[in-house]
T-cell receptor, first 114, second 118 residues
Framework: AQSVTQLGSHVSVSEGALVLLRCNYS??????LFWYVQYPNQGLQLLLK??????LVKGINGFEAEFKKSETSFHLTKPSAHMSDAAEYFC????????????FGTGTKLQVIP | GAVVSQHPSRVICKSGTSVKIECRSL??????MFWYRQFPKQSLMLMAT?????????EQGVEKDKFLINHASLTLSTLTVTSAHPEDSSFYIC??????????????FGPGTRLTVL
């Protein structure tokens, strides 16, 4: 069984400040980890993913995440928040069998304050 | 590439009627598609796995007679909400697994369908 915990359902940052969205996972096998972004009334867009190899993963729009096995974490960061980053962010995990059956976290709504 | 579309994007229907939602992979083939349901301010909950040419696999607690899924081709899956009731109002999102090429086994999401049952 696998699960994802996102700490903080709402996060507010000032424009230009660091964005940190937390994600911890539980998986009985080596995980595939994902971050998705969802804008209002839209589907999900993949920001980045970790499969194997380098633990620091860079994604679109300046986001990156680091896989830390010892901490079972996959936190999402961005050095400088932009107003357009305001959205809902979902962390997700899949088993090593592939990208197929994905379990999503409860989501974190990011608010960017001008 | 790797675009998934859903139709309609929004639908409003009367209680007791049936609604069909289409999910299409526009530029790739997908032997597997997933249907998710998202309640306001909540995460996506997997409803069922749709496999081309075979019966869908439903998650625990999802009524298969209520949510009919048909995956008739490698680019189309449909979700029919039968005898819809207000509690079925939700945002329904599909995803498709890329079957080949550089995006093999990668999951791509549709834009979602907002269903409102009056």
């Amino acid at each position: 069984a696998q699960s994802v915990t996102q700490l903080g359902s709402h996060v507010s940052v000032s424009e230009g400040a660091l964005v940190l969205l937390r994600c911890n996972y539980s998986s009985s096998v080596p995980p595939y980890l994902f971050w998705y972004v969802q804008y209002p009334n839209q589907g999900l867009q993949l920001l980045l993913k970790y499969t194997t190899g380098a633990t620091l993963v860079k994604g679109i729009n300046g986001f990156e995440a680091e896989f830390k096995k010892s901490e079972t974490s996959f936190h999402l960061t961005k050095p400088s928040a932009h107003m357009s980053d305001a959205a809902e962010y979902f962390c997700a995990v899949s088993d090593s069998g592939g990208y197929q059956k994905v379990t999503f976290g409860t989501g974190t709504k990011l608010q960017v304050i001008p | 590439g790797a675009v998934v579309s859903q139709h309609p994007s929004r639908v409003i229907c009367k209680s007791g009627t049936s609604v069909k939602i289409e999910c299409r992979s526009l530029d790739f083939q997908a032997t597997t598609m997933f249907w998710y349901r998202q309640f306001p301010k909540q995460s996506l909950m997997l409803m069922a796995t749709s496999n081309e040419g075979s019966k869908a696999t439903y998650e625990q607690g999802v009524e298969k007679d209520k949510f009919l899924i048909n995956h008739a081709s490698l680019t189309l899956s449909t979700l029919t909400v039968t005898s819809a009731h207000p509690e079925d109002s939700s945002f329904y999102i599909c995803s498709a697994i890329h079957s080949a090429g550089s995006s093999y086994n990668e999951q791509f999401f549709g834009p979602g369908t907002r269903l409102t049952v009056l």
